[in-house]
T-cell receptor, first 112, second 115 residues
Framework: SQQGEEDPQALSIQEGENATMNCSYKTSINNLQWYRQNSGRGLVHLILIRSNEREKHSGRLRVTLDTSKKSSSLLITASRAADTASYFC????????????FGGGTRVLVKP | KAGVTQTPRYLIKTRGQQVTLSCSPI?????VSWYQQTPGQGLQFLFEYFSETQRNKGNFPGRFSGRQFSNSRSEMNVSTLELGDSALYLC??????????????FGSGTQLSVL
């Protein structure tokens, strides 16, 4: 079963626009992470936010975490064609080693 | 530093055969995890090894097994292959040893097709 559910499943935007995707999860977490995957390749870590943090920025990325609602959002500002990829949220639990539970992903298409 | 290396990149097998996939983590990383990715089930955790010991296991049948060597390299084995085992198998390593769900570095994966 998947801990995280992502919304929307797919997103199509123009270059320069912002892209927002959301992730909901079910249990208490230690941290929440976002990864990017290009076309069937490996995942690339984007950002990690811990359960005691509410917002984090990294370059054009902004992540929020609301533990009371068990949800997170990833915002990509000023999107580029190179941002076209699938984005996954993943949760880490305190008693689960380095096991991450991934959501179903959001496929983002950035049109030039 | 070299990234996580998985071999082979592609593999075609027939039902009933067995397969072994290999993963070399980033130098110095002692935690190695394996994930299966399929269009239907998404990314699912298989198991994690830390210092040659299995630290965590997902909900997969016993046909899926793994091991880790003293140099942290890891292998996973799938015996008696089924059509449903066709998937992208991803290996990931972590530099953090606290085991609290830390940042993972992924390899490019092995695409397994079972015919």
């Amino acid at each position: 079963s998947q801990q995280g559910e992502e919304d929307p499943q797919a997103l199509s935007i123009q270059e320069g626009e912002n892209a927002t995707m959301n992730c909901s999860y079910k249990t208490s977490i230690n941290n929440l992470q976002w990864y990017r995957q290009n076309s069937g390749r490996g995942l690339v870590h984007l950002i990690l936010i811990r359960s005691n943090e509410r917002e984090k920025h990294s370059g054009r990325l902004r992540v929020t975490l609301d533990t009371s609602k068990k949800s997170s959002s990833l915002l990509i500002t000023a999107s580029r064609a190179a941002d076209t990829a699938s984005y996954f949220c993943a949760t880490g639990l305190k008693a689960a080693g380095n096991k991450l539970t991934f959501g179903g992903g959001t496929r983002v298409l950035v049109k030039p | 530093k070299a990234g996580v290396t998985q071999t082979p990149r592609y593999l075609i097998k027939t039902r009933g055969q067995q397969v072994t996939l290999s993963c070399s983590p980033i130098s110095g990383h002692r935690s190695v995890s394996w994930y299966q990715q399929t269009p239907g089930q998404g990314l699912q955790f298989l198991f994690e090894y830390f210092s040659e010991t299995q630290r965590n296991k997902g909900n997969f049948p016993g046909r899926f097994s793994g091991r880790q060597f003293s140099n942290s390299r890891s292998e996973m084995n799938v015996s008696t292959l089924e059509l449903g085992d066709s998937a992208l198998y991803l290996c990931a390593s972590s530099s953090v040893d606290r085991g609290l769900g830390e940042k993972l570095f992924f390899g490019s994966g092995t695409q397994l097709s079972v015919l």
